[in-house]
């Protein structure tokens, strides 16, 4: 199934539906005038959102999620019409990709217009900026901006700082409990994984995170090859930009993680009835053996559907009683950088403490 056909979302909602959808759309703005957090649905993942034209209420989201105050947050805006009043410097690369991919799943981090709170951005001199493709999360942007407001809404993802990134309300409401007054529910998120980040705020375009939107065809809108995170000038440069979702340890359970080859997965999966301990197994082409003590949960196995589960499957496996976690490992191919890439942090994060 694809990503687009999983769009529950989408569906044309009945009448109580809707005025279910116009009731929280109108509870969320009046929380979000109040200075308060709406944690909101989008196509990647939940984010936990503040209006960002006010830095108190964007600092609750700092204090909410335990996350470090020079972490700057993306700012989710209604169109790319709004790109002038949040960035100083627009270049033709950055109207394009917004041409090409908004709404979606691709952050651009530019330089920030003058007014933009340094509680948002960290201190940083850049902001990130996307418009997410949800239709819940539009609604309630345009509303704001209907009401005479900024339209914008700085949100990370809705977890604790360095733990699993929530994609659906109810992962939101164990995550962060009553710190958040307000969920909207957008139902299962489409993508499952974090946007794409591409840095344009320094010349030759650069990959910060990769997502859904492949460096290939964020490329192709630019005409020319993306740098990668590795390749920046200078660690020391205090204008590089700091990316949390870039960092070795990020995305992560609480318990142990371990990466194993198909090859050993299936020996594991012969010899399950003799082990002594209860593992938690997350496996894209092995089904569970008959009989197996082991937790085993299978998932698709094209890039877009497991990126859509994966999320959710390591949050099942870390609430479960089970001694570790086993991950098949991914197949080498560019379809799988981004879902690669979180595995990996998550197995670098894996058993340790929250921060
Ligand atoms: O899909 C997503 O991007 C989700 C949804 C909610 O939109 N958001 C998300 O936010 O993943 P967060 O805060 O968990 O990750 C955003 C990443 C962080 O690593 C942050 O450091 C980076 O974007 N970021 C934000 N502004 C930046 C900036 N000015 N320069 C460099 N990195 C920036
Ligand atoms: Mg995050």
Same mark, same amino acid.
């Given at each position: 199934?694809?990503?687009?056909?999983?769009?529950?979302?989408?569906?044309?909602?009945?009448?109580?539906?809707?005025?279910?959808?116009?009731?929280?759309?109108?509870?969320?703005?009046?929380?979000?005038?109040?200075?308060?957090?709406?944690?909101?649905?989008?196509?990647?993942?939940?984010?936990?959102?503040?209006?960002?034209?006010?830095?108190?209420?964007?600092?609750?989201?700092?204090?909410?999620?335990?996350?470090?105050?020079?972490?700057?947050?993306?700012?989710?805006?209604?169109?790319?019409?709004?790109?002038?009043?949040?960035?100083?410097?627009?270049?033709?690369?950055?109207?394009?990709?917004?041409?090409?991919?908004?709404?979606?799943?691709?952050?651009?981090?530019?330089?920030?217009?003058?007014?933009?709170?340094?509680?948002?951005?960290?201190?940083?001199?850049?902001?990130?900026?996307?418009?997410?493709?949800?239709?819940?999360?539009?609604?309630?942007?345009?509303?704001?901006?209907?009401?005479?407001? #900024? @339209?914008? *809404? +700085? $949100?990370?993802? %809705?977890?604790?700082?360095?733990?699993?990134?929530? !994609? &659906? =309300?109810?992962?939101?409401?164990?995550?962060?409990?009553?710190?958040?007054?307000?969920?909207?529910?957008?139902?299962?998120?489409?993508?499952?994984?974090?946007?794409?980040?591409?840095?344009?705020?320094?010349?030759?375009?650069?990959?910060?995170?990769?997502?859904?939107?492949?460096?290939?065809?964020?490329?192709?809108?630019?005409?020319?090859?993306?740098?990668?995170?590795?390749?920046?000038?200078?660690?020391?440069?205090?204008?590089?930009?700091?990316? #949390? @979702?870039? *960092? +070795? $340890?990020?995305? %992560?359970?609480?318990?142990?993680?371990?990466?194993? !080859? &198909? =090859?050993?997965?299936?020996?594991?999966?012969?010899?399950?009835?003799?082990?002594?301990?209860?593992?938690?197994?997350?496996?894209?082409?092995?089904?569970?053996?008959?009989?197996?003590?082991?937790?085993?949960?299978?998932?698709?196995?094209?890039?877009?559907?497991?990126?859509?589960?994966?999320?959710?499957?390591?949050?099942?496996?870390?609430?479960?009683?089970?001694?570790?976690?086993?991950?098949?490992?991914?197949?080498?191919?560019?379809?799988?950088?981004?879902?690669?890439?979180?595995?990996?942090? %998550?197995?670098?994060?894996?058993?340790?403490?929250?921060?």
């Amino acid at each position: 199934m694809s990503a687009a056909e999983r769009k529950e979302s989408d569906l044309p909602l009945d009448e109580s539906a809707e005025s279910a959808a116009a009731e929280n759309i109108a509870r969320a703005l009046a929380l979000l005038n109040a200075g308060e957090l709406v944690a909101i649905p989008t196509e990647t993942v939940y984010g936990l959102a503040a209006d960002a034209r006010n830095p108190a209420a964007v600092a609750k989201i700092f204090a909410a999620k335990g996350r470090p105050r020079q972490h700057p947050l993306i700012v989710h805006l209604a169109d790319a019409a709004q790109l002038d009043d949040w960035a100083s410097e627009v270049p033709p690369a950055a109207r394009a990709l917004a041409q090409a991919f908004w709404p979606g799943p691709l952050t651009m981090i530019l330089k920030r217009a003058a007014g933009v709170s340094d509680v948002l951005t960290g201190g940083a001199s850049t902001v990130g900026l996307r418009v997410p493709a949800h239709p819940l999360t539009l609604r309630l942007l345009h509303a704001m901006r209907a009401a005479g407001g #900024s @339209g914008a *809404l +700085a $949100a990370p993802s %809705a977890n604790r700082f360095g733990r699993i990134s929530p !994609t &659906s =309300a109810a992962h939101v409401r164990a995550e962060l409990g009553d710190a958040v007054p307000l969920v909207l529910d957008g139902g299962a998120c489409a993508v499952g994984i974090e946007s794409t980040i591409v840095d344009l705020s320094r010349g030759e375009p650069r990959l910060l995170r990769p997502g859904q939107i492949s460096a290939a065809s964020i490329a192709a809108v630019c005409g020319r090859p993306l740098l990668c995170h590795e390749q920046q000038d200078s660690a020391a440069d205090s204008d590089v930009p700091r990316a #949390s @979702g870039t *960092l +070795a $340890a990020h995305y %992560a359970p609480q318990t142990p993680m371990r990466l194993v !080859t &198909s =090859a050993d997965l299936a020996i594991l999966a012969a010899t399950a009835a003799n082990e002594t301990k209860r593992c938690g197994i997350i496996s894209h082409s092995l089904a569970a053996p008959p009989a197996s003590q082991h937790l085993w949960l299978r998932l698709p196995a094209d890039a877009a559907g497991y990126a859509h589960d994966f999320y959710a499957a390591l949050r099942q496996l870390d609430a479960a009683p089970v001694d570790r976690i086993i991950v098949e490992a991914l197949p080498d191919d560019e379809a799988w950088r981004a879902v690669a890439d979180r595995l990996q942090r %998550a197995l670098t994060g894996a058993g340790e403490s929250c921060e």
